[in-house]
């Protein structure tokens, strides 16, 4: 499995952080029902690389349940969950559980035995920024050690080519190390499983939906976790999928038409739901009476709404006197929504000490991005 982003609050909403506690349950039940030897967790496994003493809780109380089952677990960092600097990985705190933190340098590996088969387990966690040049001979370093094992899973976390837009990739596909019985990666949310040629490669996917961007792969393949096999140094992966995972839709529409188009994609995923209330994104073009559009969506009993996005109209600024600072005409610009001219100011600070911080803030504020 990978990418439970554990802390997650979309959208800062309670319930969405609810939601990845529990794909992540339900995860870890699979695991304990099917009777896995050991779990391999591809990273991220937390939100951030301080995690909230909630977050942490709830890690504890799942990782309690599977010491108990006698099922320990891999993980590398990923590039949400790798401390800044000094600290330590969260994920150390809990190696008396039988959780096992791999490659915070570089490779490093350990081997899983059970009634004379072994199993090397290569990781290198998460490696970005400067470190990123490093990823080549890390890769190489680790086949040089799979070479000698029958048996062997590599664990990384990178966008690989073919998986993600070129220009976010960190690792050409054909640079991957071929001698591995599988390459369990993480990084990319929307799973992907390839196994036409060997090693068996796989993006196990994140198990909720941490960006709008996912919504549309969910819809098509849903969220899922894999049950890997190894036997003789091949490996075959099922997937199985995770039945809790809370519906999204983004429905990009028009003052005219959204009340349709919000009923046609509910009716077309009705049955699918599960008992959880599905959250729905609407984005409107052109102009409109907002406030008809705020009453309209607030009579769904069987969906919930973000507030509604309104694209593409002008706003016209009244200048004053006494506005002076950028702050005076963010919050002209927002007049009618004083919470988003609250965030563009806050933006607007961050941005003028680090823009790169500023962004990467911005992102996990609204729940977008990997
Ligand atoms: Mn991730």
Known sequence: MSDTHLGSRQYMRDDRENDFYEAFREAMEIAIERKVDFIVHSGDLFDTWSPSNRALTEFKETALKMKDA???????????????????PAAKIFDFLGITLLGHDGVESCTYSKDGEEVLIVGISNLKGSRKDQLIEEYAEADKLAQAAKNSILISHQAVTGYLIEDACEAKYEDLPKHFSYLAFGHVHDGAIKSDSYPLFSYAGSTEMKSIREISAFLKQGKAVNLVT????????????????????????????????????LEKYRDRFGGKVPLVTVRLNG???????RRALSK??????????????????????????????????????PQLAELAQEFYRHARQDREEAIRWLREKLGIGE
Do not use: C
């Open 230 to 265: 190894l036997e003789n140094g091949e490996a075959k992966a099922e997937r199985i999928p995770l039945t809790k995972v809370r519906y999204q839709f983004l429905v990009e529409s028009d003052f005219k038409s959204y009340v349709g188009d919000i009923d046609k994609v």
């Open 300 to 337: 769904y009993q069987e969906a919930s709404f973000r507030p509604p996005e309104f694209i593409s109209e002008t706003v016209e600024i009244e200048s004053r006197p006494g506005m002076d600072t950028a702050s005076d005409y963010i919050k002209a610009y927002f007049k009618d929504n």
């Open 70 to 88: 006698g099922i320990p677990m891999y993980l590398i960092m990923g590039d949400h969950d790798r401390p800044k600097r000094t600290d330590y």
């Open 287 to 293: 102009s409109g009476d907002k406030e008809e559009v």
